[in-house]
């Protein structure tokens, strides 16, 4: 049972323009999700985050958009660079010491 | 500043063989600590987790075993590799703040199992 979902593994995206990554989730318990970026042969590096108290969440080119009642939070890029091409993984928990991953979303940003 | 070490970066081993990988992180205390495996066009793969010294938690049943001898030391073991055992493992650690943190990831260990 996936309890977190990216439904896009591909997106591509004009340089200047705004990057929209999605991930849904199941589990009305998780408190607080995540956003990470991969480079291949790299571990992921932490973006930025939100808890379940807030829908909105800012930081420079970034904002993580949390709607609990449908379950869906979205990471906004704006404007996106050639150098934010990678995949990103949206992440869960409820408070506990698991993470659940989405299977991630390969952003290619053209210049 | 808290930094996390994977060592090797990079493993060929043959099917059958074992295998052991090692994690550290060095700049805080107690710590939480995972082992996680991405496959081929796959997400991340919880395998192993830790909140202290000789818990360990195990989340997919495999061939694969961990052990946390020292409080910032995680390692992954298996007696015998198979060839699905393949892919990237990443190590990471998070501190719980308030009930929740972050975690961050080591480089990772690519490994190939011919």
């Known amino acids: 049972d996936q309890q977190v979902k990216q439904n896009s593994p591909s997106l591509s995206v004009q340089e200047g323009r705004i990057s929209i990554l999605n991930c849904d989730y199941t589990?009305?318990?998780?408190?607080?999700f995540l956003w990470y970026k991969k480079y291949p042969a790299e571990g992921p590096t932490f973006l930025i985050s939100?808890?379940?108290?807030?829908d909105k969440n800012e930081d420079g080119r970034f904002t993580v958009f949390l709607n609990k009642s449908a379950k869906h939070l979205s990471l906004h890029i704006v404007p996106s660079q050639p150098g934010d091409s990678a995949v990103y993984f949206c992440a869960a928990t409820r408070g506990t010491y698991k993470y659940i991953f989405g299977t991630g979303t390969r952003l290619k940003v053209l210049a | 500043s808290q930094t996390i070490h994977q060592w090797p970066a990079t493993l060929v081993q043959p099917v059958g063989s074992p295998l052991s990988l090692e994690c550290t992180v060095e700049g805080t205390s107690n710590p939480n600590l995972y082992w996680y495996r991405q496959a081929a066009g796959r997400g991340l793969q919880l395998l192993f987790y830790?909140?202290?010294?000789?818990?360990i938690s195990s989340e997919v049943p495999q061939n694969l075993s961990a052990s946390r001898p020292q409080d910032r030391q995680f390692i992954l073991s298996s007696k015998k590799l198979l060839l699905s055992d393949s892919g990237f493992y990443l190590c990471?650690?998070?501190?719980?703040?308030?009930?929740?943190?972050?975690?961050?990831f080591g480089p990772g260990t690519r490994l190939l199992v011919l």
């Open positions: 939100i808890s379940s108290i807030k």
């Open positions: 830790s909140v202290g010294i000789g818990q």
């Open positions: 589990n009305s318990m998780f408190d607080y």
């Open positions: 990471a650690w998070s501190v719980l703040g308030g009930g929740v943190g972050t975690q961050y």
